[in-house]
């Protein structure tokens, strides 16, 4: 019987890994490729209403780029499930890329702010805060029926609020199943890293994430 039960402890830590490592996984591939898909989806829509091949054809540079991206996503992914934001790329500038392809591509308003020393925040914060952006910009485009997006980054030394607002329909009117993935990546995310995670959905869709941080 104690034989079973010291077999049976290494084994739960492995299962709870696996867990762990599956849900991770998840989150990596929604994330890094739906938004991608998005992208591709808003182009081949602009070139089937385009009247002009001079534009048409922009879009469809536009497609190849993100098809190319997204093969290098899909091969990072791979190579490390958990990548981080990129060592070499500060996150001010992840972050400002990443709001102005969205800008890009749809006919969203955004209104984006970064508070404080946000290139100092820790890696894994400002790894998820960088998912949060990503995954709130893709529900807003796909499911909210917006025309306007407004996004804060506040970085403290000793706290790290993230907050995005949208003036849409609420995403919980809309397709239910995809709509629960991506909040619910969105908040396993915070609370892994011991913070907190609310959504509002009462004249649009409202997003606060609070990170506390310890010295």
């Known amino acids: 019987m104690m034989n079973a039960r010291l077999e049976q402890q290494p084994m739960a830590a492995v299962n709870d ?11 990596e591939l929604h994330d890094e490729l739906g938004q991608e898909l998005i992208l591709i989806k808003l182009f081949s829509e602009r070139i089937l209403r385009s009247s002009q091949l001079g534009a048409a054809q922009e879009y469809a540079q536009q497609i190849l780029c993100t098809l190319d991206k997204t093969h290098q996503q899909v091969r990072g992914l791979l190579q490390n499930i958990k990548s981080p934001v990129p060592e070499d790329v500060d996150f001010r500038q992840q972050v400002t890329e990443l709001v102005a392809q969205w800008q890009a591509s749809s006919q969203l308003e955004v209104s984006f702010s970064l508070e404080g020393d946000v290139d100092a925040m820790p ?21 909210a029926q917006a025309t306007a997006v407004t996004i804060t980054v506040c970085y403290a030394p000793d706290l790290i609020q993230f907050a995005l607002s949208d003036n849409g329909r609420g995403m919980s009117s809309a397709s239910g199943q995809r709509i629960g993935l991506g909040l619910t990546g969105m908040r396993d995310r915070v609370l892994a890293l011991g913070g907190q995670f609310e959504i509002n959905q009462h004249a649009g869709t409202h997003i606060n994430a609070l990170f506390p941080l310890v010295n």
């Open 17 to 27: 890994e696996l867990s762990s490592f599956h849900q991770s996984l998840a989150r």
């Open 123 to 143: 890696r894994d914060h400002a790894h998820s805060i960088y998912r949060l952006l990503q995954e709130g910009l893709t529900n807003v485009v796909r499911h």
